[in-house]
């Protein structure tokens, strides 16, 4: 069975730092590209970083420059880093596996992890 559980939720303060990880089995994880996404209340998921097979990253442009997101294939995980955190920055974040297309595989999403920032 294929199973992503996020971890490293909570509540924190502006300014202050996270790192959310996500680990993974029943997927050969080196061949996805995998991704945080957060959806705050009353609005819509939205990617917030990804990571490729070759570990390009992609960032949305709210959180470049204090996200970072990482990968290990040797244990199955992918981790985002948060620093000088905002409120807007409060959501639910999720993580997903994408296969390559020629795979012929489905994505995967973990259930999700809350991150509060506020005084």
């Known amino acids: 069975q294929v199973q992503l559980v996020e971890s490293g939720g909570g509540l924190v303060q502006p300014g202050e730092s996270l790192r959310l990880s996500c680990a993974t089995s029943?997927?050969?994880?080196?061949?996805?590209?995998m991704g945080w996404y957060r959806q705050a209340p009353g609005k819509q998921r939205e990617l917030v970083a990804r990571?490729?097979?070759?570990?390009?990253?992609n960032y949305a442009d709210s959180v470049k420059d204090r996200f970072t997101i990482s990968r290990d294939n040797t244990k199955n995980t992918v981790s985002l880093e948060m620093n000088s955190l905002k409120p807007e920055d409060t959501a639910v974040y999720y993580c997903?596996?994408?296969?390559?297309?020629?795979?012929?595989?489905?994505?995967?999403w973990g259930q999700g992890t809350q991150v509060t920032v506020s005084s």
């Open positions: 990571i490729s097979r070759g570990s390009i990253k």
């Open positions: 997903n596996a994408d296969p390559p297309r020629e795979f012929g595989l489905r994505e995967y």
């Open positions: 029943g997927i050969q994880f080196s061949i996805y590209t």
